[in-house]
């Protein structure tokens, strides 16, 4: 059943809604929620697919599903029209006005309405992607401050790292903040590439969210072994890569690959002297889990991200 979680007029007699989809045995809601929420940033296409192909698999077995699935996969909508980031003509990142305010503006009127209709689930899965400069490995990230009851859910999301952050570095007008701190449970995750979608890391994770509706008694259908991810929860294992040449980069490794101290991540180069700027080296031995994706770079951009040696198990 597709239903408007919230609306609001736009000029020239249009309407912006926010719709979810929700699937539960013989129609009836019952049983544990849970909800699939992506796309609060226009250009992150990642989840698009995500929800497509997780309705799909569970049509194809629905006398399986014993809970209720809620997905969203236009939080932004007006965003993902427009292959934007934020909420056009507003210059707003939807994902810095929540738990929002019902007698506020039209966008934290909106970010209201969401938190409304997404609290009291049982498990919610916040998707994002990178940017159009930077492609991820599928991960999790966590605040150190829930980390007792999101890792073990994480660990159950057949993803590849997951990622514990300190709660100064965490923004509380955030979607996962204002739930989490409110008790509806939230994995944010990131996976991929802005702009694109990335079949393979989609399938990855819609595997993981069926394991997760297992776990949580949502789902009867067969599942796969989930993949045992990589945890950092220390700031300093870490390592990050900035440029110190402007120039176009092109990569040597890939993001998901093991790197030694000393190995060529990239090279930032001048096309139009046809020389070598810059070698990147990778300063540590570790795990690559990100990796600059667009080739022109300014000194100090990103190149990459590595999980130190001693982190990786």
Same mark, same amino acid.
């Given at each position: 059943?597709?239903?408007?979680?919230?609306?609001?007029?736009?000029?020239?007699?249009?309407?912006?809604?926010?719709?979810?989809?929700?699937?539960?045995?013989?129609?009836?809601?019952?049983?544990?929620?849970?909800?699939?929420?992506?796309?609060?940033?226009?250009?992150?296409?990642?989840?698009?697919?995500?929800?497509?192909?997780?309705?799909?698999?569970?049509?194809?077995?629905?006398?399986?599903?014993?809970?209720?699935?809620?997905?969203?996969?236009?939080?932004?909508?007006?965003?993902?029209?427009?292959?934007?980031?934020?909420?056009?003509?507003?210059?707003?990142?939807?994902?810095?006005?929540?738990?929002?305010?019902?007698?506020?503006?039209?966008?934290?009127?909106?970010?209201?309405?969401?938190?409304?209709?997404?609290?009291?689930?049982?498990?919610?899965?916040?998707? /994002?992607?990178? &940017?159009?400069? =930077?492609?991820?490995?599928?991960?999790?990230?966590? +605040?150190?401050?829930?980390?007792? $009851? #999101? %890792?073990?859910?994480?660990?159950?999301?057949?993803?590849?790292?997951?990622?514990? /952050?300190?709660? &100064?570095?965490? =923004?509380?007008?955030?979607?996962?903040?204002?739930? +989490?701190?409110?008790?509806?449970? $939230? #994995? %944010?995750?990131?996976?991929?590439?802005?702009?694109?979608?990335?079949?393979?890391?989609?399938?990855?994770?819609?595997?993981?969210?069926?394991?997760?509706?297992?776990?949580?008694?949502?789902?009867?259908?067969? $599942?796969?072994?989930?993949?045992?991810?990589?945890?950092?929860?220390?700031?300093?294992?870490?390592?990050?890569?900035?440029?110190?040449?402007?120039?176009?980069?092109?990569?040597?490794?890939?993001?998901?690959?093991?790197?030694?101290?000393?190995?060529?991540?990239?090279?930032?180069?001048?096309?139009?002297?046809?020389?070598?700027?810059?070698?990147?080296?990778?300063?540590?031995?570790?795990?690559?889990?990100?990796?600059?994706?667009?080739?022109?770079?300014?000194?100090?951009?990103?190149?990459?991200?590595?999980?130190?040696?001693?982190?990786?198990?």
């Amino acid at each position: 059943m597709i239903t408007t979680i919230a609306s609001a007029g736009l000029p020239v007699d249009e309407t912006l809604r926010i719709q979810k989809h929700r699937v539960s045995p013989a129609g009836k809601d019952c049983g544990k929620r849970i909800s699939i929420v992506t796309g609060i940033h226009g250009d992150e296409l990642e989840g698009q697919f995500v929800c497509y192909e997780l309705l799909r698999r569970i049509y194809a077995e629905k006398e399986k599903l014993t809970g209720t699935v809620d997905v969203y996969p236009a939080m932004n909508p007006l965003g993902i029209d427009s292959v934007t980031r934020g909420i056009p003509a507003f210059d707003l990142d939807m994902n810095r006005i929540f738990p929002g305010n019902m007698d506020g503006s039209m966008t934290e009127y909106l970010a209201s309405e969401i938190i409304r209709d997404l609290s009291g689930s049982d498990l919610c899965l916040d998707i /994002h992607a990178s &940017n159009i400069y =930077l492609t991820e490995i599928p991960q999790i990230r966590i +605040n150190e401050l829930h980390r007792n $009851t #999101l %890792v073990p859910l994480a660990m159950e999301s057949n993803i590849d790292f997951i990622w514990v /952050h300190g709660a &100064n570095t965490v =923004l509380e007008s955030t979607l996962a903040y204002s739930l +989490n701190s409110t008790g509806t449970p $939230t #994995l %944010v995750v990131e996976m991929g590439v802005g702009m694109r979608i990335t079949k393979e890391y989609g399938c990855q994770l819609v595997e993981g969210i069926l394991n997760l509706m297992r776990v949580l008694g949502i789902w009867q259908g067969e $599942t796969v072994p989930v993949r045992q991810p990589i945890l950092s929860d220390r700031a300093e294992d870490v390592c990050f890569l900035n440029a110190g040449e402007a120039g176009i980069f092109v990569k040597e490794a890939m993001h998901g690959s093991r790197v030694e101290k000393g190995q060529m991540i990239g090279q930032i180069i001048d096309p139009l002297a046809g020389k070598v700027l810059e070698e990147v080296l990778s300063p540590v031995d570790g795990f690559l889990f990100t990796i600059r994706e667009y080739p022109v770079v300014d000194e100090g951009s990103l190149m990459a991200r590595i999980l130190t040696g001693g982190a990786v198990k």
